[in-house]
């Protein structure tokens, strides 16, 4: 199940928003195939795992075992259901690491195989193979995107000057970093001040990795068309209270999409509406880049599961825009000091 993990790996950034999935085929303690889900839209693991088999192995298949990372699929997706191939090909042991909550499968392919007579082992390294894919699940689970919250503050907890104007907080190193945890995300929300005075980009320039989706809040569509989150180097949605030229559907070709418009109203929770906006959507997580009130109102409703903050330990303001106040985390998971510059994760208690 190791190996699998370590093949499920090689598909990031290549398979969202299906699962990073890896899958291992071992005969009498020899591993006689392995494959991983690589792309999106393309074959499973199991299925590279058991088209990987040599010639001279293919005999002993139906005496292997296969390990997966995930249950295998018993639904038609974009891909005929893996049950029904490790049926044909006839294995008779299955290991699966996690269950697939995705309503489609969520325990029919475990029925399946074991209604065909399959002897199936459920749960083994369970806890990692549910960490690799944080966002699918929480996704599948709790019916909204994976949130991660980030900012940068000053030493005594600042985000900007009183005017919104820009304080240099990161450093050359930090940059980089916030582009790669945009890559990760398969969307990025800001709120209409930090457009409009920010004008950021929000692509992922200084990373080489896939740009996120760009989401911005302008309830009252004053943003300006020249700001570079209108460029269409990549698409953006606005949430406003409106327009709305977005159609609700999941797997529509983002590249596509160019700018749309979600209309959204102030009588509801503005979070809880973007959330559901981007579950309807299948944009599995969202990177919050702020600005502060944002950011507070994920926080207060208890909507968010990472917070990146990047913490300037040699800069004080005195005066200006004060950062979120997390609550009910006390959980580092890393901490790392470069420069002048703190990064810290910290995760919501369940
Ligand atoms: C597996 N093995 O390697 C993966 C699975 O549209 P499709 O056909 O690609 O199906 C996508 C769904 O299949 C995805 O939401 C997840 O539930 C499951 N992913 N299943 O048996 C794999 N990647
Ligand atoms: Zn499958």
Redesign the pocket.
Known sequence: MYRCLQLAQLGEGS?AP??M?GAVLVYNGRIIGEGY?RQY?QA???VNCINSVADEDKSLIPEATIY?S????A?F???PP?ADLIITKGIKQVVVGCR?P?S??NGK?IEKLRAAGVSVTLGVLEKECLAINKRFFTFHTKHRPFIVLKWAQTADGKIANDDYSRVLISNAYTNRLVHLWRSQQMSILVGTNTALYDDPSLTTRLWPGKDPIRLVVDMDLRLPSTLQLFDGVTPTIVFNKHKHTLQLQKNIDWYLVGLQSYQVTEDLSLVHQITNALYQLNIQSVLVEGGTRLLQSFIDEGMWDEACVITNEKLALGEGLAAPILKNHDLVLSQIVQSDCIRSYKKLLD
């Open positions: 398979v299906n699962p999935v889900h839209g499973h693991a199991e997966v995930l249950e295998p699929c639904h997706g974009k891909t893996c697939d995705f489609e499968v392919g």
